[in-house]
């Protein structure tokens, strides 16, 4: 995928490309030798001209392309202007919403200022853990409070919490999938 700014390039390269071409596409260019016939186009229908004639229309084509030059030069500094101003634009809208987005994104994050543990091994891991008991040292019988802001040590038992998994689920622009995973004493293991 290509940045914005060889993109820009790119489309300038193109535009330098085909005004050349332009230009050079409008000037016929005459032979002063006279051995060789020359065709001078016009613009409905073409001549055979002598050598007497030819440098005439010679002048004639060296003036008009070199004004058309001129007019296309100058036309190609406004449009190199308008699209250094173009892409100068963009790349300050693109800035803003790139910080705009992160701030967005870290004010979401605020909510998360707790540490949580990560399962990294189940589907390629980064799944967040609710609730983890392994011996029954930690007691479960709490009051709804204790539910609310969680408890036990993150490297043993503990459950995570009810504000911080509301605020977990409810980051915008994602979505989530609850994944039960049982396991018995006699470890045999069961999913939901």
């Known amino acids: 995928m290509m940045s914005p700014s060889q993109a820009s390039l790119l489309f300038l390269n193109v535009c330098i490309f085909i005004c050349g071409e332009a230009v050079q596409g409008?000037?016929?260019h005459h032979s002063t030798d006279s051995s060789v016939v020359n065709i001078v186009e016009d613009g409905s229908n073409a001549k055979d001209e002598s050598k007497s004639n030819d440098t005439v229309c010679k002048e004639d084509c060296e003036e008009s392309c070199d004004v058309k030059t001129k007019i296309t030069r100058e036309e190609k500094h406004f449009m190199c202007r308008n699209l250094q101003n173009s892409i100068v634009s963009y790349t300050r809208s693109t800035k803003k919403l790139l910080r705009n987005m992160m701030d967005e994104q870290q004010a979401s994050?605020?909510?998360?200022?707790?540490?949580?543990m990560c399962d990294m091994d189940y589907r390629?891991?980064?799944r967040t853990v609710i609730q983890k008991r392994i011996d029954g040292i930690i007691d479960f019988q709490r009051l709804w409070c204790d539910y609310l802001d969680g408890f036990g040590d993150l490297l043993g038992e503990f459950w995570l919490g009810l504000k911080k998994i509301f605020y977990i689920v409810n980051q915008k622009n994602t979505s989530f999938m609850l994944y039960v995973a049982l396991e018995s004493e006699d470890d045999t293991l069961a999913y939901a």
């Open 26 to 28: 409008n000037c016929v």
């Open 109 to 116: 994050l605020d909510y998360l200022s707790n540490q949580v």
């Open 124 to 126: 390629g891991g980064g």
